[in-house]
């Protein structure tokens, strides 16, 4: 491979994480048919591997990536005798985007014009199984691999990439429509398009894999799709408790990594870093979701565990035994292993770490190969005092699937360790 081969490649992939979701909803709204509109953005894909290493990589690379997925599926109505059909949308939207007329009078208030939501929705229709739900949507909303899928949701690569397959399947058997549902049936989607846009986020505020720790603009696209649908459903306090926590998280961004781009621990940040308009927005949302609850729920608890984080002038200040009640309350009401990890750190900080280390330990056969688990041991042994174990199980840790920045970070302190 070439230089030029390899920087067109690079570039590639950064388009495709960038502009993935926002390519592939707007081709399946103008061809009404997701599978095919995700066949397009890939071919669209491959002609940019094969031209941009001679032709130089574009100004505006998604606009081209989409107007090469436009064009290819005008050949493809053509091959099917029915552009006559469809052509006309295609001139309906360049003159509406060349033109700067105010919202019609009779505008639908209720109507929301976003592709990616739309997608997002499609991709949590409620004719496919919770799982598929996810998988489907991460693939195409956060453009993660199914590798990175089926670290988030702690399942196979084959029973990701069957999940997937099988679900545009039926996606195309059932017809959905490419919209935003109406009211009634927004309810029935909800629990799916919110544990997707908090997926989304999660990815960027630490990535699956990659060099750097962050994907801020991911994260970014995750709060925006949280505002769109609070927008549409504002008596609902779980959205508005997403929107908290979500601010919460990303108050810590600018001080969450170092001059070397290396991830920096919650004790270590530098908190007047942190962005306080993000809390502050954070804690109107959490007043939102207060207005509008009959009592907290999964995301409310968590934005409060965020809130108390947020709040804390430093580290030592932490509230820790509250943490750990409502990572109590959290696990009676949504257990999962990762929630028991979760409240094993805070366990550890409220008493000490060797009832921690004992919980930790009772999850490492259900998360095998999950990096957090090997890095949250390794950190107790430290604190025990237990230096070269811990410096072995940070090495381990490094060792496991996730982002390179997290993994040079864990290295660095097993050396630290062995040093001593």
């Known amino acids: ?24 909803a707007a081709l399946t709204r103008h061809t009404g048919d997701f599978a095919w509109a995700e066949d397009l953005a890939q071919e669209a894909l491959v002609e940019a591997l094969a031209s941009w290493p001679a032709s130089g990589i574009p100004d505006n690379p998604g606009a081209w990536l989409m107007s090469v997925a436009k064009r290819r599926a005008i050949d493809g109505w053509r091959r099917r005798e029915r552009l006559a059909q469809r052509e006309p949308m295609f001139v309906t939207e360049a003159l509406a985007a060349e ?115 962050l994907r801020p603009e991911v994260a970014r696209e995750a709060v925006r799709l949280g505002r769109q649908l609070v927008a549409m459903m504002p008596r609902e306090s779980e959205i508005w408790s997403l929107i908290a926590l979500m601010e919460f998280q990303s108050s810590r961004f600018a001080a969450r990594v170092d001059a070397d781009g290396l991830p920096v621990t ?36 968590q934005a409060a565990i965020a809130e108390c984080h947020a709040m804390a ?21 949504a257990p999962s292993a990762v929630v028991r990890l979760n409240r094993a750190v805070a366990l550890s900080m409220a008493r000490g770490p060797e009832p921690a280390l004992a919980v930790v330990d009772e999850l490492t056969p259900e998360l095998s190969g999950f990096r957090p688990l090997t890095a949250v041991r390794a950190e107790l042994l430290e604190r025990l005092g237990r230096t070269d174990a811990a410096a072995s199980e940070f090495l ?22 062995r040093r001593l």
Request: net charge negative.
């Open 396 to 417: 381990a840790a490094a060792e496991l699937p996730g982002n390179a920045a997290e993994a040079e970070a864990l290295r660095r302190r097993a050396a630290a360790l």
């Open 313 to 333: 002038p430093d580290f030592a200040s932490t509230d820790w035994t509250r943490i750990l009640r409502l990572y109590d309350t959290l696990e009676s009401l």
């Open 1 to 24: 491979m070439t230089s030029d081969d390899a920087h067109a490649r690079r570039a590639v992939e950064a388009v495709w994480r960038e502009e993935s979701a926002r390519i592939v």
């Open 99 to 213: 033109t700067s007329d105010p919202v019609p009078d009779d505008a639908d208030p209720d109507r929301i014009d976003d592709d990616v939501l739309r997608l997002v929705f499609v991709a949590c229709h409620p004719v496919l199984a919770p799982q598929a739900r996810l998988a489907l949507t991460l693939r195409t909303v956060a453009g993660l691999t199914t590798e990175q899928i089926a670290r988030a949701l702690l399942m196979t690569v084959p029973t990701v990439q069957q999940r997937i397959v099988r679900a545009k399947r039926q996606l195309a058997a059932e017809g959905v429509a490419f919209e935003v549902p109406d009211r009634a049936e927004r309810p029935a989607r909800l629990a799916s398009v919110l544990q997707v846009i908090y997926l989304l986020f999660t990815e960027g505020y630490s990535a699956a894999e990659g060099e750097g720790l």
């Open 266 to 301: 919650l004790a270590d940040q530098d908190r007047r870093r942190w962005d306080h308009s993000a809390i502050t927005r954070g804690r109107e949302a959490m007043r939102r979701a207060d207005a509008a609850s009959r009592g907290i729920g999964y995301y409310g608890l």
